[in-house]
């Protein structure tokens, strides 16, 4: 009975197998499929004809033509190679003017001058057009300027080793509800993007001026800030001491390139004039020194390796930075990786950032939340300690450009409520 129940079983298989071998054959033969072609073959023609030299030559950019003609920036793409792919951020012709680029004063200009602007304007990548959404933060487009005078910090790719480069200018770009293209924080016109063959161009109706200064440079050189100055040095120094050089002050960081190897770390920042110190009843050095007399921080060894808490002034003035001196430590004393805080005034929005954390999670970590809410107020931007009761500071003047990123003036100090003057 088994041998019979066998024999049918191997019948049924070896009959779909030769049913499917019957098949695929029949399946394979193009005569019964595939009629003849008709007419004549077409041969493939690449729609995309122009490069980015030729596009220019007949664009209505006649300025930005002749700048990028005179900086000889063809022969430095050329250098790049044939797979390079970039993207052109090209100015029309009244912003070249506005920015005093007309045609007699490109010609005045050195080559080397010109390659610089034009530089400034090219990014490394394509930026297409599905990566550049309403809706999302800005995000960093590394351009082709650089400088050997200053150096940067990367990681590669899946890696926490991080390594020395010259710093590259950046442009930070995001897209505004109606389309408008938005770099380092202002509208640049909503002009369509064209692609060529070796990268893609978007009109702007901006020219885009490079940042000279740091923070801490044009903090020095206005006398708005004099008591953000003087605090800020005091507590650096009196920061050094108790912590005997071995942690960050994280309030006074990103100011400045790094004192002994000008490495330079991309942040925003907030600073309080004078006058917002005014604000808190808070009018002299003197003043400032009185309240940091509260408390003396220590370099302690148990439970964990580090120090016992802040700087009285530093409890404010982090917020000011990002917070990231008030943000949780491990179990051990250990501080979190904080993720970048390079945030123009579109991004100063409560519906992008608040739920953005300023630091990545740790096994044994979780993320710092994001410490300040905004409000918007018409075009009116307000800053203030998250759930604090104090009142909300007003960005007086936003975007100021600098080497670190986006300096922002603020009118009153970020104070959180356990924090008191006097």
């Excluded at 599905?130 to 400088?147: D, E, I, K, W």
Aim: charged share 20%.
């Amino acid at each position: 009975m088994k041998n019979k129940i066998y024999n049918i079983i191997s019948g049924i298989a070896i009959c779909g197998v030769l049913l499917g071998t019957s098949l695929v054959q029949t399946g394979c033969r193009k005569e019964m499929f595939m009629p003849e072609p008709e007419g004549t073959a077409v041969p493939y023609k690449d729609s995309i004809s122009n490069d980015l030299q030729t596009y220019l030559k007949s664009s209505p950019y006649k300025l930005f033509y002749a700048a990028w003609q005179r900086s000889n920036m063809q022969k430095e793409l050329e250098a790049m190679g044939s797979k390079a792919s970039v993207t052109l951020l090209v100015v029309d012709d009244a912003a070249m003017k506005a920015a005093g680029l007309d045609e007699t004063e490109i010609n005045k200009r050195s080559p080397e001058s010109l390659l610089e602007v034009v530089k400034y304007h090219m990014l490394r990548d394509k930026m297409e057009p599905m990566s550049v959404q309403p809706g999302q933060l800005s995000y960093h487009r590394t351009t082709l300027l650089s400088r050997t005078d200053l150096v940067e910090r990367i990681n590669r790719a899946g890696s926490a080793v991080s390594f020395t480069v010259p710093y590259t200018y950046r442009h930070y770009v995001a897209m505004a509800k109606d389309s408008q293209l938005i770099i380092d924080g202002k509208l640049c016109g909503n002009q369509k993007p064209v692609v060529v063959k070796n990268g893609i161009v978007w009109p702007v109706n901006r020219f885009l001026q490079k940042p000279e200064q740091h923070v801490l440079d044009i903090l020095q050189g206005d006398p708005r800030f004099s008591l953000l100055v003087a605090i800020n040095q005091l507590n650096n120094d009196a920061w050094f001491e108790v912590a005997m050089g071995s942690f960050e002050r994280w309030s006074g960081l990103f100011l400045t390139a790094g004192e002994w190897d000008n490495n330079v770390i991309f942040n925003s920042y907030f600073a309080p004039t004078d006058d917002a110190f005014h604000q808190a009843g808070i009018f002299t050095v003197e003043q400032l020194q009185e309240i940091n007399s509260r408390f003396t921080p220590e370099f302690v060894f148990d439970p964990f390796y580090g120090m016992t808490g802040l700087l009285p002034t530093d409890s404010v003035l982090d917020y000011h930075n990002w917070g990231r001196l008030l943000a949780p430590k491990t179990s051990t004393g250990e501080s979190p990786v904080f993720k970048p805080t390079v945030f123009y005034s579109n991004d100063l929005d409560e519906t992008l950032l608040s739920n953005y954390t300023i630091s990545v999670s740790k096994p044994d970590l979780k993320p710092a939340p994001m410490p300040l809410a905004f409000i918007r107020e018409g075009n009116t931007i307000k800053v203030k300690v998250r759930g604090a009761k104090t009142p909300a500071a007003t960005v007086t003047t936003a975007d100021i450009n600098t080497l670190e990123g986006p300096l922002h003036i603020v009118d009153r100090l970020f104070i959180p409520d356990d924090f008191k003057v006097k």
